[in-house]
């Protein structure tokens, strides 16, 4: 009698294993051994629509655009903007701020970068860079000369040369050589290379204050290169380069333009005659 119960216990299970569908004919389904397949719904917490950083710079641009210059309006709006993320959204005000700087709004970036750092987000050195050329170019000369001594003081040898270059060109387009002439001392101070713009305006700044001892040892120290490295469509392209025409400008212009003394011995030959 036992052996007819198991006999038959074992055809009902392989009959029920007979039924059981092969999982592998089921790419998008959950197989249950007990019921069948069913169908996998998505889950409640993931959304199919994501807002990406491009997206988000793009919103936050046309968000302070129409915004008066006040300074709680604007930061009332950065802070609404910024009330639901997870996370401070840095890469989207990133690209927000290269979007404003290649549209020259510099009062916004002002104000985008003040509010960064007043959240303790965003204190790098490209921020602080973008900071000084807006400022600069807005026409506060005087807050960039604070930022720029604040960042020289914090980050004395590890200040990159781009902010030298950047303040030194703000000093002789302004005719201030004497502070140029400080910043170019601390550069040499501090074993910073100084680019070839900057000996340019040094030298001309020389010829024109008649500093020709000066100047001479200028480019006796740093000379013109004879190669210099360009980018071209992503390769790095040895290029060479020729010196400037300015010694050359110059004598052509006294052999052309003759003396006041030569006119006045023209001059008195021609009465006699």
């Known amino acids: 009698m036992f052996q007819s119960v198991s006999s038959i216990c074992l055809l009902e299970y392989a009959n029920m294993l007979r039924t059981v569908p092969d999982p592998r004919k089921f790419s998008s389904v959950v197989v249950c051994g007990a019921r069948g397949p069913r169908p996998r719904y998505p889950r409640v917490w993931k959304t199919d629509k994501r807002i990406g950083t491009v997206a988000k710079s793009q919103k936050l641009v046309t968000c302070i655009k129409g915004l008066s210059n006040v300074k709680e309006e604007v930061y009332g709006a950065l802070d609404s903007f910024v009330a639901w ?74 200040l990159p040369r781009t902010f030298f270059m950047k303040i030194i060109s703000m000093h002789y387009s302004l005719g201030s050589y004497q502070k140029m002439f400080e910043v170019f001392a601390d550069m040499e101070e501090l074993g910073v290379r100084p680019d070839r713009s900057i000996v340019r305006m040094l030298g001309k700044v020389f010829r024109k204050l008649e500093m020709l001892d000066k100047y001479e040892k200028l480019h006796q120290k740093y000379p013109p290169p004879k190669f210099e490295y360009r980018y071209i469509k992503g390769k790095r392209i040895r290029i060479r380069v020729y010196p400037d025409d300015d010694s050359t400008e110059e004598a052509t212009k006294s052999d052309s333009e003759p003396d006041t003394d030569e006119l006045e011995v023209v001059e008195s030959t021609n009465l006699d005659n």
């Open 85 to 158: 993320e997870l996370e401070f959204p840095l890469i989207a005000v990133k690209k927000a701020l290269n979007t404003l700087e290649d549209e020259k709004e510099w009062k916004r970036i002002i104000q985008v970068i003040k509010w960064m750092f007043n959240k303790g987000q965003g204190k790098t050195m490209g921020s602080y860079y973008t900071l000084l050329n807006a400022l600069i170019e807005d026409g506060r000369i005087e807050e960039a000369e604070e930022l720029f001594a604040k960042i020289f003081s914090r980050y004395m040898e590890g």
